[in-house]
Nanobody
């Protein structure tokens, strides 16, 4: 089963940007990849998806600020986040489906937005 590892989080001031990475242990060219986030004290929520063919969908609450993309040559999917706001503070996760089942949650990457 492919393993996914998130990275790229950190602390940023409001209005800043980050690019999160979701690196796979093997080829994910045939996989749809999903990004989620879990704000402190809240439920995990879906934010974006990219299909194997490159089609993207983002949640309405982040549309225009979040961009998902992929580089199959690097087995990596990215989540570009612009104009970060304090409410974007969360642990960000990626996952995919293999064998009709979602892969286990990884450790995620922490994004903290504050002044």
């Amino acid at each position: 089963q492919v393993q996914l590892v998130e990275s790229g989080g950190g602390w940023v001031r409001p209005g800043g940007s980050l690019r999160l990475s979701c690196a796979a242990s093997g080829s994910i060219s045939s996989n749809d990849i999903y990004w989620y986030r879990q704000p402190p004290g809240k439920q995990r929520e879906w934010v974006a998806r990219i299909s194997s063919g490159g089609s993207t969908v983002t949640d309405a609450s982040v549309k225009g600020r979040f961009t998902i993309s992929r580089d199959n040559t690097k087995n990596t999917v990215y989540l570009q986040i612009n104009n970060l706001q304090p409410e974007d503070t969360a642990v960000y996760y990626c996952r995919t489906v293999e064998g009709s089942r979602f892969t286990p949650w990884g450790q995620g990457t922490q994004v903290t937005v504050s002044s």
